[in-house]
């Protein structure tokens, strides 16, 4: 019986971000690292050995992987359903979700304000 290969999402495919446990420092690899003159798009692992977080200086071996921050979170072939919400990052969809809560209770609030 063969295996089926398993499919991976958007954001099990694009590249991890790590933060440093000490100061809380993430280094994404789509912004790369100005002060020390790494460019975008080197990954984490691509990083040179001597390579220290910017922040307080501690080495690669205190950062934890905290997987892809700006990627969508599903698969590639959903991302053209519903309406356009498949194609938005989940830092996205919470601003969308609590935002128009937010909205929604100050609406109602300002039901108060009527005579």
Not at 43 to 57: A, I, N, Q, S, Y
Not at 61 to 85: K, M, Q, R
């Amino acid at each position: 019986m063969s295996e089926r290969p398993t499919e991976k999402t958007l954001a099990e495919q694009a590249p991890a971000s790590y933060e440093c446990r000490s100061c809380g420092y993430v280094y994404e690899p789509s912004k790369g690292d100005e002060k020390t003159n790494i460019p975008a798009g080197v990954t984490f692992e691509e990083l040179p050995e001597k390579w220290r977080c910017p922040v307080c200086g501690i080495g690669k071996n205190a950062f934890t992987n905290i997987g892809a921050i700006d990627a969508p979170s599903g698969f590639a072939e959903n991302l053209n359903y519903g309406f356009g919400v498949n194609r938005m990052t989940p830092g996205q969809k919470n601003l969308l979700i609590f935002g128009a809560l937010a909205l929604g209770f100050l609406f109602f609030m300002s039901l108060y304000g009527l005579n």
